[in-house]
């Protein structure tokens, strides 16, 4: 008989995921979450590109950026809703993506406002650019609901589903009047850093003093009704999806005692 080795045989264990593959794993599933939005995506840069190509202007490719801008708040949830999924990174990277999330979110909706934009031009037919203008507006509207469902699931998740009401309806407020700052001051969302002294000063005149900008009221409030509208609109389909399946469950039966 041999005698046992001193020596061990190693043991293979599996190696511990590192950043670069679970951002392959994240991006891999981002674009399969979000292919339709992705498609759709391609088709406004079609238009742009074709309206470009047939009239030689290229007055819309400002609803490039603004559409850049609107896909930022469904990274920042996306990568919020992995590492809450995960249980990876500190809360201190939690909070900067709810943060960064919260900050780039008007520039969702806020691509219903570039209506504003549309009259007869030279090079297209006005109902073109109509149209142009309305799939940038809807699509940006889609991101920001889909990256305000994933924020909801997580706070579903954080403090339970009693609170995602009320997360809705300030993060819609919030956005509104986030909306009124770029559309009508001229504030961006990097202006936080840039020029924060000026943001602050126009949102402390609009707190303090809010008989003074019944504008920017007015705007904020009828904005956030229309958002809460067509949100309660999107998300119709799925309540009534979750009512029909509960009816179509058959009802518990208690054994007799």
Partial sequence: ??????????????????????????????????RAALLATVFGFGLVHLRWWRSGFLEFAFLLWNLFLAWLPVVFADLLAQRRRLRAGSSAGQIALAAGWLLFFPNAPYLLTDILHWRPRVGAPPWFDLLLLLHFALLGTTLGFTSLRTMRRCVAAAGGLRWTPVFTVMA??????????????????????????????????????????????????????????????????????????KSASPPSVRPAA
Avoid at 4 to 33: E, Y
Avoid at 180 to 200: C, E, I, K, M
Avoid at 215 to 225: I, S, Y
Wanted: aromatic share 12%.
């Fill in 172 to 245: 819609l407020g919030l956005a509104s009047f986030g909306i009124y700052l770029g559309r009508f001051q001229r504030f961006n969302s990097w202006d936080v850093l840039t020029a924060p002294h000026r943001l602050a000063a126009d949102i402390a005149g609009c707190v303090l003093q809010p008989w003074a900008h019944p504008h920017a009221w007015g705007f904020t409030l009828a904005m956030t009704g229309l958002l809460l509208s067509l949100w309660w609109t999107w998300t119709a389909p799925a309540r009534e999806l979750r009512l029909g399946r």
């Fill in 1 to 34: 008989m041999t005698a046992p080795s001193d020596r061990t045989a190693p043991v293979n264990r599996p190696k511990r995921p590192t950043w670069l593959h679970r951002g392959c794993d994240w991006a891999g599933g981002f674009l399969l979450r979000h």
